[in-house]
């Protein structure tokens, strides 16, 4: 799992503002030994060194004990590591949460209006989903200062987690007002946006955002997700561009960029992306769907049958994939047209692969009718055996059946090994000329799966054969 440096940076910036006064209070009382101290924890913090800050900061407490600003930033310290841990529910984490929470309560004890002790506290109950305990905690935050823009921002996280999305954007709007240079109330207003499809509202807060330096590859993911629902396929790919600079390995982006791309007719570069997410996440339908089209488009109809039929695999209730799969093996000699305008002609090899596919379905779908039946005349010679039957009316049911079940069984020999014999055919003709590889994995699966049914359909006629034999009247 990617660590979020986002949601650090806006946990920082949670509990940072509240904090700053009170630590300034106590440093005015320190030996010039403490101040260098306090100077180096807080150094430290920024560097996101928390091993250090807890250091520096428990070697003020030995010296401070009451120091009431001093436990509240540990128990920042505390509270961070534990956020940049890739697991939060982990037993390391759990102990980092703990030890925050003990040391915004001895915070609390020794001051109880340390608000940022509170917002301390607050976070921690919020991650335990304690929501209610968390509001609680900031609105008596909010309360003591009225102007923590910190408190109300954490306050609308615990309401919206708790449905409260009236009283969740009220203090979100609170918290921008009162400091309009801190990006995360922009993000988590702009994420909220998204999630209700309001799509200016989504642009214009996560655009703030980033204007104040927190363009990380969620904001840029999101807002170009949002370009590309309002028409701007340009802005988008700048966008989800930027985002997999930052994240790279999230099959996500580059499905949104595949989007992207389709919509301005760049089919090169969507056949590049879609590549790409189904290397990173090789059961997703839609990747292939996307993949098909765009290869359709670059006239080259024979790969993109071979990924609508891979998509439907995958997703046997894919409309997109099924019709457009259709649609190409009723007009196996034009595709959809080229970006000129001009119908794009596809190759004797499209014309061959649409015609071998469409054979081939047929053959698959009466080999299908023919098990059905076998299936059911076996469960119908069960329950008769199972209501009663015996002796000779037993014996006459299963030779009945078996002289039913047998030309069945002919039946698929025979259509199975007109597939096997079609499938090497159509290798053999293109074998010299060089089979596309999805053609040639379609033709392949198909050869096997043939193989396979031909062994078993083999062994099913003995074992009927000799049910007849066994049982002739």
């Known amino acids: ?65 009451k120091n009431s600003g001093h436990f509240a930033e540990r128990a920042r310290c ?89 009283g969740a954007l009220s203090d979100l709007d609170r918290a921008i007002g009162i400091d309009p240079k801190a990006p995360a109330p922009y993000i988590e207003r702009g994420l909220f946006a998204f999630k209700h499809k309001d799509l200016p509202r989504v642009i214009a807060d996560l655009s703030r955002a980033i204007e104040l330096g927190a363009g990380s590859a969620t904001v840029f993911s999101y807002r170009g997700r949002a ?5 701007k396929a340009a802005e988008a790919i700048a966008d989800l561009s930027e985002a997999i600079k930052l994240y790279p390995n999230s099959p996500e982006l580059y499905f949104y960029r595949t989007k992207a791309y389709k919509k301005l007719g760049k089919w090169d570069e969507a056949v590049s992306d879609s590549t790409q997410v189904i290397h990173m996440a090789p059961n997703t339908a839609q990747a292939y769907v996307d993949r098909g089209e765009s290869l359709v488009q670059l006239r080259r109809a024979i790969e993109g049958i071979a990924d609508f039929n891979k998509a439907l695999e995958l997703d ?25 305008g001009l119908p794009a002609r596809s190759s004797s090899l499209d014309a061959d692969f649409a015609a071998y596919l469409a054979e081939t379905d047929k053959l698959k779908n009466e080999i299908g009718r023919a098990v059905s039946t076998i299936d059911s005349l076996s469960s119908a010679l069960t329950k008769e055996i199972d209501a009663g039957a015996r002796g ?17 069984i002919e039946t698929c020999l025979d259509k199975v090994s ?23 994995s379609v033709v392949q ?26 049982s002739r009247p």
């Open 1 to 65: 799992m990617k660590l979020d440096h986002q949601a650090i940076l806006r946990a920082i910036w949670t509990i940072s503002a509240a904090s700053a006064c009170i630590l300034a209070l106590s440093v005015a009382a320190f030996s010039q030994p403490g101040d260098k101290l306090s100077a180096a924890a807080k150094a430290d913090f920024q560097k996101g060194s928390y091993a250090a800050c807890f250091e520096e900061y428990s070697a003020l407490i030995s010296t401070q004990p």
């Open 78 to 166: 505390h509270l961070l590591n534990a956020l940049t841990l890739s697991d939060k529910r982990d037993a390391q984490a759990a102990s980092e949460f703990g030890a925050a929470r003990a040391d915004a309560a001895v915070a609390i004890r020794l001051d109880a209006k340390n608000t940022s002790a509170l917002i301390v506290r607050a976070v921690v109950k919020s991650n335990n989903s304690d929501e209610a305990g968390a509001i609680e905690d900031l609105t008596l935050a909010i309360s003591i200062d009225p102007q923590s823009a910190k408190a109300y921002y954490n306050r609308a996280k615990s309401k919206l987690r708790s449905g409260d999305t009236t």
């Open 227 to 231: 370009y590309l629902g309002a028409g």
């Open 316 to 340: 046997p209730d894919n409309r997109v994939a099924a019709s457009t799969l259709e649609k190409l093996r009723k007009d196996r000699s034009e595709v959809p047209t080229s970006n000129s």
């Open 392 to 408: 000779g009316s037993a014996r006459t049911a299963a030779f009945r059946t078996a002289d039913q079940v047998l030309p069945l």
């Open 418 to 440: 007109m597939i096997i014999a079609i499938s090497n055919a159509f290798s053999i003709k293109y074998e010299k000329a060089g089979i596309p590889q999805p053609v040639m």
């Open 445 to 470: 699966k198909r050869t096997q799966d043939s193989v396979s049914f031909l062994n078993s359909i083999v062994d099913d006629k003995k074992h009927w054969q000799k049910i007849r034999t066994d």
